[in-house]
């Protein structure tokens, strides 16, 4: 059964630092395009990260507005993915997914919250 598990969220204050890990099973994590992705109250789900599969060269891509701030990265060995998140602001604040792609599959992890206050 493939299964994206997310961890590492929670409350920090503006400016600070969090990092997030989504641990896969069942599939191999290096054979798929992982992305973080997060969805605010009111908003639509949002792609915040996205690194390439091996094959792919393990390129990544950021949002605009995380660029410079956030970083993601794997670690075959233990087949996670990681988002770290710098210099944290109160938009930041949402449900944070971990999510997998390759070809026509598709999976989502069940969210992890991060709450910015200011």
């Known amino acids: 059964q493939m299964q994206l598990v997310e961890s590492g969220g929670g409350l920090v204050q503006s400016g600070g630092s969090l990092r997030l890990s989504c641990s896969a099973s069942?599939?191999?994590?290096?054979?798929?395009?992982m992305s973080w992705y997060r969805q605010a109250p009111g908003k639509e789900r949002e792609l915040v990260a996205r690194?390439?599969?091996?094959?792919?060269?393990?390129?990544?891509n950021y949002a605009d507005s995380v660029k410079g701030r956030f970083t993601i990265s794997r670690d075959n060995a233990k087949n996670e993915v990681y988002l770290q998140m710098n210099s944290l602001k109160p938009e930041d604040t949402a449900v944070y997914y971990c999510?997998?792609?390759?070809?026509?599959?598709?999976?989502w992890g069940q969210g992890t919250q991060v709450t910015v206050s200011s």
């Open positions: 999510n997998a792609l390759k070809a026509v599959f598709r999976y």
């Open positions: 690194i390439s599969s091996a094959e792919g060269g393990g390129s990544t």
């Open positions: 069942g599939l191999t994590a290096s054979t798929y395009h």
